[in-house]
């Protein structure tokens, strides 16, 4: 089991990119507003579903507004624009496939807009296709030269399709241009990418620049300590998350990055006191509770894992990534179908996601189950060549030494969908 529990990186992309559509949205809404009234003067029961959708919104709404701007855009079929807004709610609701579509579909209506592009840069990158992500930010930019968060999501997404040299450049050149939250969030893209990149004193220096830029903020603290665990310094990461709890004794953030550098310590009992601190302060942190739930596993306490990942299945069902980590806990516990069957619902939400696929193949390997591993292996290749290339190297050789010593192990499952025989 990798120790970078990738659920917390899925869960603050997810997280950032929501804030931003969301941004994006206010910014749509009163020339949509305009359009709308001017393309639906015979039809008043259209813009009152758009306006009743909008409301909706307003009040952080989405599911509902998504019904009514269906029957918006069943009566006023070519309006670009509320394709875009719909685009927003599929988005904010993690229903990232939907809202390509709809953001396609305003493209395709005739909707020039470096939002839209934006926005739907953000949805592939939610899915890990940062390669279209990057078509589509290299568009926007163009229509809209001057606007530093597309060149920042730019960066992000280079820096994931593993061009840091080139993402890299792009947070050098808006150093300039960039104040307050916006540098320093920069910095912090610039150490992860030295870090990446195995320069660790480029990496401490921009550490140091996110440290001066708002120093009696916990936050900064935060930030700091979060770099200084991806350094692999984990000692003075729990200092930096300490700094940020002196300043504010119940931040959340704080007491996960802290129970998370504990962990990485191997001192899993104080990090599950870390965990249970920040959860009982916000119940619904899925992040918090999963990754509890990957400590327990490495401390060996499988089945509170298991209660802890569903607990987070419970708190927030649409997110795939959660049921491919309770499906780690099933399989320690030896339940190999539930594995599966949560596997399977893992690739059913976010099917373009090369990781489930991934993972799921691995599984097949330790059963045995050459053909559909096989399968997997091809579908993620698809996805991320590089990261596939580099896993099924990995699985293959561990499988290898594996099959010397360990017997078949068969379960139920005749498919890749199905638990059946």
């Not at 305009?34 to 813009?47: C, G, N, Y």
Request: charged letters at 25%.
């Amino acid at each position: 089991m990798k120790t970078g529990k990738w659920i917390v990186a899925a869960g603050l992309v997810v997280a950032l990119c929501a804030a931003a559509v969301a941004s994006s949205n206010q910014g749509r809404s009163a020339a949509l507003n305009q359009k709308t009234k001017v393309r639906t003067e015979a039809s008043k029961l259209a813009l009152s579903y758009y306006n009743a959708a909008w409301n909706q919104v307003k009040e952080g709404n989405c599911r509902p507004a998504v019904q009514l701007f269906n029957e918006a855009i069943k009566l006023v079929p070519q309006d670009e624009r509320l394709y875009a807004e719909r685009g927003d709610c599929r988005f904010d609701l993690c229903d990232f496939e939907g809202a390509i579509r709809d953001y396609s579909t305003a493209i395709s209506l005739g909707l020039v807009d470096g939002d839209v592009y934006y926005s739907r840069a953000l949805a592939l990158s939610s899915l890990d296709n940062y390669f279209d992500a990057i078509k589509d930010l290299q568009k926007a930019i163009v229509l809209c030269p001057q606007e530093t968060r597309y060149k920042a999501s730019l960066a992000n997404a280079m820096g994931f399709s593993g061009d840091s040299a080139g993402a890299l450049s792009i947070r050098k050149s808006l150093i300039p241009c960039l104040k307050g939250d916006d540098a320093q969030g920069n910095f912090v893209g610039m150490a992860r990418l030295y870090i990446k990149m195995g320069n660790k004193t480029e990496a401490r220096a921009a550490i140091t620049k996110v440290l001066a830029i708002q120093p009696g903020a916990p936050e900064t603290y935060v930030l700091a300590g979060q770099l200084r665990n991806e350094l692999g310094e984990f000692s003075q990461a729990v200092e930096a998350f300490n700094g940020a709890l002196a300043l504010a004794p119940g931040h959340v953030n704080a007491l996960c990055g802290r129970a998370y550098s504990k962990d990485l310590l191997n001192d899993f009992a104080a990090a599950v006191v870390d965990f249970d601190s920040a959860i009982e302060l916000e119940p619904e942190n899925h992040i918090a509770l999963v990754d509890k739930g990957y400590t327990l596993l490495k401390w060996g306490r499988c089945k509170s894992a298991l209660a802890a990942f569903s607990g987070a299945v419970r708190l927030k069902p649409e997110i795939g990534a959660i049921y491919a980590a309770r499906a780690l806990a099933y399989e320690m516990n030896g339940d190999y179908d539930a594995a599966i069957s949560d596997l399977n619902k893992s690739i059913e939400l976010r099917p373009r996601s090369w990781f489930p696929y991934i993972y799921r193949a691995k599984f097949f390997l330790r059963t045995r189950s050459y053909n559909l591993a096989l399968q997997d292996y091809l579908k993620a290749f698809s996805f991320n060549k590089r990261e596939t290339l580099e896993r099924v190297w990995e699985d293959v050789s561990q499988h290898l030494v594996r099959c010397k010593s360990t017997p078949t192990r068969k379960t139920s499952t005749g498919s890749a969908n199905s638990s059946k025989s």
